[in-house]
T-cell receptor, first 113, second 111 residues
């Protein structure tokens, strides 16, 4: 099985930087995903890490350390529209499928003026 | 290019009833996964379909069943509904090992 932990809520001001941590314990690992979900909407894909290191995509960056079972999502130059839930998801290693995603409970980011 | 679509958007049922939810994957995608998301929680994996077969299943009872059609669209069926089945049901499609794209979901309320 897999346990995925992330903080419940974080608050930051517009223009600031916020780092959302995610730790996981897994019996098999085949990649880590970050999704953004606005209230009442579907999750949208933000980033994917399968090797250790930092992946940068515009204002968003994601880091992975497989040996530590740790990832973070970094949001820079926060905008009001970044207020949303951020979901960390680990894909397991399956032999006959592409692997299911196991999600954390999500971190609600509140951006204040 | 249409993304993942789901129907219906909202649904209200009573305990003991049965429900069928539908999903059309993003064009070119061949794999469909279903998730249940309770309020304030992350999505929980129900099952995944590829080549019209259930390839992987999460910890959900047999009341939850599904199907994938030759055009890759999929259905989720839930029998003998319980109050606890009230949730947002998300369908996600992907092409093999690529990232999953989610549909807008079906909000199911069981009274």
């Amino acid at each position: 099985g897999q346990n995925i932990d992330q903080p419940t809520e974080m608050t930051a001001t517009e223009g600031a930087i916020v780092q959302i941590n995610c730790t996981y314990q897994t019996s098999g690992f085949n990649g880590l995903f970050w999704y953004q979900q606005h209230a009442g909407e579907a999750p949208t894909f933000l980033s994917y890490n399968v090797l250790d290191g930092l992946e940068e995509k515009g204002r968003f960056s994601s880091f992975l350390s497989r040996s530590k079972g740790y990832s973070y999502l970094l949001l820079k130059e926060l905008q009001m529209k970044d207020s949303a839930s951020y979901l960390c998801a680990v894909r397991d290693k399956a032999t006959d499928s592409w692997g299911k995603l196991q999600f954390g409970a999500g971190t609600q980011v509140v951006v204040t003026p | 290019d249409a993304g993942v679509t789901q129907s219906p958007t909202h649904l209200i049922k009573t305990r003991g009833q049965q429900v069928t939810l539908r999903c059309s994957p993003k064009s070119g995608h061949d794999t469909v996964s279903w998730y249940q998301q309770a309020l304030g929680q992350g999505p929980q994996f129900i099952f995944q379909y590829y080549e019209e077969e259930e390839r992987q299943r999460g910890n959900f009872p047999d009341r939850f069943s599904g199907h994938q059609f030759p055009n890759y669209s999929s259905e989720l069926n839930v029998n003998a509904l319980l109050l606890g089945d009230s949730a947002l049901y998300l369908c996600a499609s992907s092409l093999a090992r690529d990232e999953q794209f989610f549909g807008p979901g079906t909000r199911l309320t069981v009274l």
